[in-house]
């Protein structure tokens, strides 16, 4: 891979409230990122189209409130889960559900469950960047992946819609197939 | 005098970023394509294709961007990385392929060893504005003048099979001779479910058509038959050379599969045709 780290943007669980994806979007923009990935639960086309309008390459998987989706699937990056797909040369599997869990790519990004997981088991990390639409607290949540050679470094973000200050945390993760 | 073939490898350097809307393109972000995407591969890692490619009779390499425009900050490791491959392979035909791009751009490229820059004008001025809507064939053409005027070595060809119509494939040709480019890749567009161009593919008759009618307008231009060949031909290849074609492009191509290298030049050489060791 390339010497300057991969900056990847990871969402999830927009349901119906596409000002805060657009707001995660903007943030995420403006810190650099290449691709955005999305774990599913849009529930709504426009948060999907957010995505299209980003003018990033984006990929993303239905959730189980994305049934409607399915019909206007033609015209977005959206596939079914579990969607394997490489950035990089790195393996990803993309799932809203947290079902496949098994560890069969580097990096495994899943939602669902409206809140934020990271973990590394064995060689793959594994990341659930949260509920982007404050549905059981009053925090907006997101991620971004920044992958360098030797290192992933997790970047979790919670935007407090009271005050709208973002509070950052870092997490760090050894590459073990670099 | 045994006709030789030349073959021509690409490399994908950098794939599936592009913010434009050409709707035969799976490199289009619009497109949601299911294809590899990276960023810019190694220096090393381009020297090794190439000489995976010469190892396999390619007599020319192109090097190829995603994106609309040649970029500032790629300039550098383009021309880094053409040095290389030029002391790898010293016998290339080295192409560049980096969308549209000024004459200083060019200039340095060129002093770097590129010896070619592809660049094609896709399909006809009229047409064109049905199959991209974010940037003009005119910038295109603007383009091909500006790397004639550099004095490297123009590529420029298009992409058949579009729903364009034969007045369309015409213009396209003409619009090609104006530019009098080396040489003129011929594709015929490859089907993807996530491209929004709902057409039927081109027959091998329609094709043949077009090479032909190619051939005689173009009479001093290396015909290639590129993207779609196989797709479209299958492996009754044979009437594709009797047409005209004299290059083809073997190996992959940018996110489709090729056929092995190997069995293309068995089937050229079953035709009675040699593979040529060197770019005209």
Redesign the interface.
């Known amino acids: 891979?390339?010497d300057?780290p991969?900056l990847l943007g990871i969402l999830s669980d927009s349901h119906k409230k596409p000002d805060l994806t657009a707001e995660a979007i903007g943030e995420l923009k403006a810190k650099g990122v290449?691709?955005l990935i999305h774990a599913g639960d849009f529930s709504l086309e426009q948060n999907l189209e957010l995505l299209?309008q980003s003018?990033?390459?984006?990929t993303a998987v239905f959730g189980n409130n994305d049934n409607r989706l399915i019909e206007v699937a033609?015209?977005?990056?959206?596939?079914k889960e579990p969607h394997y797909?490489?950035?990089?040369?790195i393996r990803f599997k993309l799932m809203h559900l947290p079902f496949y869990l098994s560890g069969d790519t580097e990096v495994v990004i899943y939602g669902h469950t409206h809140a934020f997981e990271c973990e590394k088991r064995g060689k793959t990390l594994f990341l659930n960047p949260g509920e982007l639409c404050a549905r059981n607290k009053p925090v907006s949540e997101y991620a971004m992946l920044e992958v360098t050679v030797n290192e992933f470094r997790v970047h979790y973000f919670a935007k407090d819609l009271a005050s709208g200050g973002i509070k950052e945390q870092l997490l760090t993760f050894e590459r073990e197939s670099s | 005098m045994q006709k030789e073939i030349m073959l021509c490898a690409i490399d994908n350097i950098l794939s599936g970023s592009c913010r434009e809307d050409c709707k035969f393109c799976t490199q289009s972000i619009h497109h949601g394509a299911d294809i590899e995407r990276y960023r810019l591969k190694s220096t090393e890692e381009i020297v090794k294709d190439a000489k995976i490619a010469r190892a396999n009779k390619a007599v020319g390499f192109c090097m190829v961007t995603a994106g609309k425009a040649l970029e500032d900050k790629h300039v550098e490791f383009l021309c880094k990385t053409a040095k290389a491959v030029k002391k790898a392979v010293p016998e290339f035909n080295l192409i560049a392929c980096n969308g549209t791009a000024t004459k200083e751009q060019l200039k340095a490229l060129q002093a770097s060893g590129v010896d070619s820059y592809n660049h094609n004008l896709e399909t006809s001025e009229n047409y064109y504005p049905q199959i991209c809507t974010t940037h003009g064939w005119s910038e295109r053409y603007k383009t091909c003048e500006n790397v004639k005027s550099t004095g490297l070595n123009l590529c420029s060809g298009g992409i058949f099979g579009m729903g364009e119509s034969e007045q369309d494939r015409e213009e396209l040709i003409a619009a090609i001779q104006t530019l009098q480019p080396k040489s003129v890749p011929l594709n015929f567009f490859m089907k993807n479910p996530a491209l929004p161009l709902e057409v039927e593919p081109i027959t091998p008759a329609q094709a043949l058509k077009i090479v032909r009618y190619a051939r005689a307008q173009l009479p001093g231009q290396k015909l290639m038959a590129a993207g779609g060949r196989e797709s479209t031909f299958g492996t009754d290849q044979k009437p594709l050379f009797e047409a005209g074609i004299d290059a083809i492009v073997i190996g992959d191509y940018l996110t489709a599969k090729g056929e092995s290298c190997d069995k293309d030049i068995a089937m050229i050489q079953s035709y009675g045709y040699g593979i040529a060791k060197r770019c005209r």
């Open positions: 891979m390339p300057e991969l290449q691709h299209k003018g990033l390459p984006y033609s015209s977005y990056s959206i596939y797909f490489k950035l990089d040369g």
